[in-house]
């Protein structure tokens, strides 16, 4: 079967997201700083539940968003535009490299993290991995995929991919810090910002003239 630009579209647009609203290496790096003082077979066994974890809580997302969406009374259009000012945030953060609530801890929640024995569950799985930044772009984009099944199975495809890609990162957590350096990681995460900033727009973009505000306006 031959998949059809669209899908490719809808795959390459949404790996791109899900990389930089997850930030695979940013996570590694705070999960070696968390897990320095354990062995090499429990940090294998904690990533590998936060990830589970973290994957059941944004593919709950995937299937459930339309569902709230409807139950809320929230517009498409709405989604696109609010989900683009999000994106549009967190792709600053990156660029700026600074943390922000959407995709990393506070610093009191890393204050608790460290007291807590078991981080699978929290700070990894939630809110490192699955933020309210990555559950923000599997809601917006699986609901710009609405009626494409192809096409939504392909934001599936990108999640499972960017979280098998994620759980790589957490295994080599300390070995990948040693290799990128500081610097390395700045510049990944930098370069994915952009990116970021780009799709951001798009979706701000689409939501307003999807939601007929110029059309509104023009004919006024």
């Known amino acids: 079967m031959v ?42 066994r904690t990533a590998l539940r936060g990830v589970l974890i973290a994957s059941g809580i944004l593919l709950a997302f995937a299937v459930l968003g339309e ?10 259009a709405a989604l696109r535009a609010a989900g683009g000012v999000l994106l549009l945030l967190i792709g600053i953060d990156l660029v700026t490299v600074k943390g922000s609530g959407a995709t990393t801890t506070t610093t009191d929640e890393d204050l608790e993290a460290e007291e807590k024995a078991d981080i699978a569950v929290f700070p990894l799985a939630t809110p490192l991995i699955a933020g309210p930044g990555a559950i923000g772009a599997v809601i917006l984009l699986m609901a710009h995929a609405e009626g494409n099944f192809l096409e939504q199975g392909a934001v599936v495809v990108a999640l ?31 370069v994915f910002g952009v990116l970021l900033c780009a799709l951001a727009m798009q979706f701000l973009f689409d939501g307003i003239a999807q939601s007929g505000l110029l059309a509104g306006l023009a004919a006024s």
């Open 67 to 76: 569902m709230i969406l409807n139950a809320l009374g929230i517009s498409l």
């Open 3 to 44: 998949l059809s630009s669209a899908v490719i579209e809808a795959f390459s647009v949404s790996v791109t997201t899900f990389f930089a609203t997850i930030g695979p290496i940013d996570v590694a790096a705070m999960f070696a700083a968390l897990t320095a003082n354990q062995s090499a077979k429990k940090r294998a």
């Open 160 to 190: 499972v991919l960017v979280m098998a890609l994620t759980l790589g990162a957490l295994l080599l957590a300390s070995r990948l810090q040693n290799w990128l350096g500081v610097t390395g990681m700045h510049m990944i995460s930098r």
